[in-house]
């Protein structure tokens, strides 16, 4: 028999795996939502390897744990995780949760438009799905505050020399530069390519650049980098952008919140007013819309909430099982 059992409710949306736990995870303990992410880091990141690792996942998996909000009347709350730990936010996982919660029941449904709030560790998110018959379709999150912390910055890139470049937040910090500063193409250059030159520029903008929250310390950290196809003025075309964040991990989808943070970096640059809508592209060519709908302040910074629309999709149920005496309980190869 089994050890240890968890089930889960695999989902994607825009191509990015998104795999909800919803049974066997224990208790998560703490008085708010990043001290509850604290507690899985020490106390429960066995499990976190165990569902996002081989064999049972790979090095771009990603998930989500439901826990118990603290913000008061907030519907729902939840952690997510990764291939190295645990994100503040994640613009695709909330659109699949979006869905989950509604068609699961944890939300009730109301045809044609369902209105709850999720609280995520970046803060407090509002979710809108559509719903016909049962079903969820489109969803939309209006997103913690974004703003633009480095603009226009020199950062020097080992092997790709002087890199200018800006970071921002979208409920988690990101580096963006154009693909093009480093000889490469979006869509065109080999996925290997991109990834090594985000990388190097993560880790040199870590070393390069501070970064601070007005709200807590623990979301001072640059989750990745975002390459673009420097198509920043707004136009009716998709712009298109790739993000590798955490350990090297590739998003499928155009990345939410990189998406809210790209839009504070385009609203601030003029190039995109309150109200109008720009579709983002992903490598493998699905599709989120953002526009910024309201101005607003994060300590002394300018900042815009930002909503982001796009739909998620089941691809399956699994009850995952991690016997006493297996000896490669999670493991990554590159």
């Known amino acids: ?11 994607h949306t825009g191509g990015e795996p998104v795999r909800i ?18 507690y899985v880091k020490d106390h429960l990141d066995h499990l976190r390897r165990l569902l996002m690792h081989e064999p049972r ?15 008061p009347g907030t519907d729902l709350a939840v952690l997510f995780m990764h291939n190295e730990g645990y994100s503040t936010m994640c613009g695709h996982a909330t659109i699949a949760v979006g869905r989950w919660a509604i068609e699961s029941g944890r939300v009730a449904a109301r045809a044609p438009i369902t209105e709850f709030t999720l609280q995520v560790p970046a803060g407090l998110v509002r979710i809108s799905a559509e719903v016909q018959g049962g079903r969820v379709g489109r969803v939309a999150f209006r997103s913690v505050p974004g703003f633009v912390e480095y603009s226009r910055a020199t950062v020097a890139v080992p092997g790709y020399g002087d890199i200018t470049l800006d970071v921002a937040y979208g409920g988690a910090f990101y580096a963006f530069a154009d693909a093009a500063d480093y000889g490469l193409r979006l869509p065109g250059s080999p996925i290997a390519d991109l990834v090594a030159a985000a990388w190097a520029t993560t880790g040199a903008v870590r070393a390069a650049l ?13 989750y990745g980098t975002i390459l673009t196809d420097g198509d920043d003025a707004w136009s009716g075309r998709p712009t298109a952008n790739v993000c590798v964040f955490a350990d090297r991990q590739v998003d499928r989808s155009p990345t939410g919140s990189g998406v809210v943070a790209r839009i504070a970096l385009q609203h601030a640059a003029g190039l995109i007013p309150l109200g109008v809508e720009r579709t983002f592209a992903s490598v493998v060519g699905s599709t989120f819309t953002g526009k910024a709908v309201a101005a607003t302040r994060v300590g002394d910074r300018p900042a815009v909430i930002v909503e982001v629309g796009g739909r998620s999709y089941y691809t399956g149920e699994a009850t995952f099982s991690l ?7 999670a493991f990554l190869i590159r």
């Open 1 to 11: 028999m089994p050890g240890l059992t968890l089930r889960t409710v695999d989902m």
């Open 21 to 38: 736990v919803v049974a066997g995870y224990p208790e998560v303990i703490g008085t708010t939502i990043l001290a509850k992410r604290r």
């Open 57 to 71: 996942g790979h090095a771009d998996m990603y998930g989500v744990i439901p826990v118990a909000p603290d913000l």
């Open 210 to 222: 501070p970064l601070v929250h007005p709200d807590d310390p623990d979301l001072e950290f640059l």
């Open 323 to 329: 016997e006493d005496d297996d000896p490669l309980p």
